[in-house]
């Protein structure tokens, strides 16, 4: 496996720089067929997300599920895009810029960039550019507020496969998850609670996250039971017990079960069942998606309202709101602790190095 480019510039004294790197699933580069056999043939194929053995799955992946899933996805991809892309890819950007002015006012000297697993900015591509920015220190932060194999831990797969091939590995934090953290259910709390001001309360609030396999859960995935705690928590904080809400699980992929409730037809039993109005909050995204806005707030508003629903409201993810962009700072600051990100520190740090290896004589420096 090649190394990256960067390995072979090493300059002595170089000032040692901290990044934090967040990292989200990824995205089509557009909203076509041809864009999206790319993307889904590379999401597919990890063994992380199918866990079925390659020689069946592969055949199949290439044969019936691309040609027939590509164009139909490319559609829904088609009805949320934005003029400045994805809003998947456009909204992990905003949240990687708002985060590092954050981090910089709380006094940080860091870098803060993105990548996706899947897709573009690829995260080998962005770990080799901060390599060559002269990062030592590395934290890894995935976007999803509960661990799974198939999102957390796929994501570290791809940073290691990275620290594999490099000569200078930075040094390596990352964070798990996020799920029971205060600032993460303060915040969506709080966005909530400003929706419902301005809104009005529903009957019932939906809190619908990404589905998994059942069997997951049997092989021990956390994932279920962090949905749950995050859930819980978030009731609490919301003041509402277990008759004002739901937690479901939607986009379910494939034929076989999948964690269950199922959101499409809870939504379709809660209207049937004379509830008029229901709010859906989406606690597993930190950015909105296609999961968030065409299959919840569109379809899912479709399924509510003609099985007799009245009134349904999406209630969008946290993105780049300021309360998060704090919470998110807090999270991160507890895991820089001991790493001297306070820039004078760092910089002083550099030009001291700097200063010993040319008292030794060094060249390079
Ligand atoms: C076996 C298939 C899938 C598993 C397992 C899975 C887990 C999983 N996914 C997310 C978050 C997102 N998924 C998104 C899109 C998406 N997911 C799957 C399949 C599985 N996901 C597919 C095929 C797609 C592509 C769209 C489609 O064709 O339906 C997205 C949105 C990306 C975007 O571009 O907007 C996100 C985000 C989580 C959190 C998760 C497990 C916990
Ligand atoms: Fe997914
Ligand atoms: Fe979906």
């Known amino acids: 496996m090649k190394p990256p480019a960067a390995d072979r510039q090493y300059t002595h004294g170089t000032v040692p720089r901290t990044a934090i790197l967040l990292l989200n699933l990824g995205t089509p580069d557009a909203p076509t067929a041809t864009a999206l056999r790319r993307y ?21 992946l290439n044969g019936v599920i691309l040609p027939l899933r ?40 860091v870098l803060v960039r993105h990548a996706m697993r899947y897709g573009n900015p690829a995260t080998a591509a962005v770990l080799d550019t901060l390599h060559a920015q002269g990062v030592t220190r590395l934290l890894v932060v995935p976007l999803y507020p509960q661990y799974s194999a198939a999102t957390t831990a796929s994501s570290l797969d791809a940073v290691t496969a990275w620290l594999g091939r490099a000569r200078r590995q930075p040094e390596l934090r990352t964070l798990r998850s996020f799920a029971d953290d205060a600032g993460y259910i303060g915040a969506l709390a709080q966005k909530i609670r400003a929706y419902w001001t301005e809104h009005g309360e529903p009957e019932t609030l939906l809190m619908s996250f990404h589905g998994m396999p059942q069997r997951t859960l049997q092989l021990g995935d956390p994932y279920h039971c962090e949905c749950q705690k995050s859930a819980r928590l978030l009731a609490d904080a919301l003041g509402i017990g277990p008759d ?24 379709r039993a809660l209207a049937k069942a004379g509830t008029g109005r229901v709010d859906v909050v989406c606690p597993g995204f930190t950015v909105d998606c296609l999961e968030t806005l065409e299959e919840i707030a569109m379809e899912g508003k479709q399924a509510f309202l003609s099985s007799g629903g009245r009134e349904y409201h999406y209630i969008p993810c946290l993105n780049a709101d300021a309360h998060w962009i704090d919470a998110l700072a807090g999270l991160i600051e507890t895991h820089l602790q001991g790493w001297p990100t306070r820039q004078a520190a760092d910089v002083a740090q550099g030009a001291a190095s700097r200063e010993r290896a040319r008292a030794m004589g060094a060249e390079n420096v």
């Open 40 to 60: 889904l043939r590379e999401f597919l194929s990890d063994p992380r997300v199918v866990e079925i053995p390659r020689a069946v799955w592969l055949p199949l």
């Open 70 to 109: 590509a164009p139909k996805s490319a559609a829904k991809y088609a009805s949320i895009w934005r003029a400045d892309g994805s809003p998947l890819a456009s909204g992990t950007a905003a949240l990687a810029k708002s985060l590092e002015a954050r981090l910089a006012a709380n006094g940080h000297h």
């Open 244 to 267: 004002r809400y739901k937690v479901t699980f939607q986009s379910r992929f494939g034929k076989q079960p999948w964690l269950r409730p199922y959101t499409d037809p809870t939504l």
